[in-house]
């Protein structure tokens, strides 16, 4: 199989899955010029639906739509991009603190994951996702940590190290693989690969039409250029699109 073919395979195999829940991509343009990182979340309860993404400085955070609508902010409100010296982080959770807390005492991204486990929410227990790119070693990192088969007692910790990007392309992991009498399961299996272009809205609109549009909330993508270092970042929210 090509690899142009496995990647509209993989493309077409994420389009078909009505809930991948929340999702990572890392990698890199065609060109070189940006190195990528994209994050999207998505939703069923009220509670969840209602959310946007918001810039922050160099962070983008999640925040309450309607403050008066929000029910428990616990493990829907957080940082998922945030950055340190030459390390840029994503994750889906509270973890970006954690790895964030890490790097500034000299911890490695594994070690400080390895304090963390899957979330709380029976029968669920979401699995947490998170990445890193390193642009000084130019390499890159994704994890989940989730549990055996819906098991509370056992936590996977996967990681996986990429020691250099493939132009056109990047590694996704999402939380969920599917959906079995109400309750939702892990994602199985190492990132896949997925397509990327030059244009940052490209990227951005091509991901967001590719999610269930009743399910999908916000979606952002960030460039990092390799030369210069300079940051670009792009947000949709589904709330906006609303009004």
């Known amino acids: 199989m090509s690899i142009h073919q496995l990647l509209r395979d993989n493309i077409t195999l994420l389009q078909e899955n009505a809930y991948p829940g929340r999702g990572i991509i890392i990698g890199m343009t065609p060109s070189r010029a940006h190195y990528v990182q994209v994050y999207w979340i998505m939703g069923r309860s009220e ?22 609508k929000m029910i428990d902010p616990s493990l829907i409100i957080y940082y998922p991009l945030k950055k340190i010296n030459d390390i840029h982080i994503i994750s889906n959770g509270d973890q970006t603190e954690t790895i964030v807390d890490g790097l500034k005492s000299a911890e490695t991204f594994e070690s400080s994951l390895c304090t963390r486990e899957y979330e709380p929410d029976a029968p669920h227990f979401t699995p947490r996702i998170s990445g890193i790119i390193d642009i000084s070693n130019k390499n890159y990192k994704l994890s989940i940590l989730k549990s055996s088969r819906n098991r509370p007692e056992i936590c996977v910790r996967n990681f996986y190290n990429y020691d250099k990007f493939v132009p056109g392309e990047g590694h996704c992991i999402h939380t969920y693989s599917k959906e079995v009498d109400g309750t939702l399961f892990s994602y199985n299996g190492e990132p896949f690969e997925v397509p990327l272009v030059e244009d940052i809205e490209e990227v ?21 250029d390799t030369t210069t270092s300079q940051e670009t970042i792009s947000l949709v929210n589904k709330n906006f699109e609303r009004n």
Not at 53 to 64: P, Q, R, S, T
Not at 204 to 224: A, C, D, E, G, H
């Open 204 to 224: 951005k609109n091509y991901y967001w039409n590719i999610l269930n549009p009743q399910n999908r909330i916000s979606l952002l993508v960030k460039f990092i």
């Open 47 to 68: 509670n969840s639906r209602n959310r946007i993404f918001e810039i922050e400085g160099d962070f983008v955070k999640n925040k309450a739509f309607d403050e008066s």
